[in-house]
């Protein structure tokens, strides 16, 4: 006996309309998401990019304080560029016990202050620096006049 070829579709394999739209949402809402983790990394990167160059020239800063001239109390500004400026304040501080008396210890506080947009932000360094003052010597001698 044969069979008679059944000439319904039912026994068709394929992708109805519904499930095609289906798909391309799910592949929409996942490349959205994979964008909006891109933008993220560029914006943290960028961020660490202008810090780092804040570090950099608070080190700068900070080694060239003192360089030129010796140590001394007080405060100082200047600017690096037209959207960085920086603000140090030089304090004693007091001799550490057993300290020699021709060594000062002085505090270096820098305040580095920039505009990210329309916000002004600030990083502030600090650090210690030991300085080599030699008492003067007195008027007479042990030569003689």
Known sequence: MV???NT???GEAGFSLLEIIAAMLLLALAFGAVMHVAGAATEVTGHARELNRIAMLADA???A???REPLREGMQEGTYDTRHRWRSVVSAQTPFPGQSP???VYRIDLDIFWRDGTAERSAHFATLRLQDEPRPASSTSVAGP
């Open 65 to 67: 304080i003192g360089l």
């Open 8 to 10: 319904s579709r039912q």
């Open 3 to 5: 069979r008679p070829r």
């Open 61 to 63: 800063t900070l080694d």
């Open 102 to 104: 021709d060594l000062r």
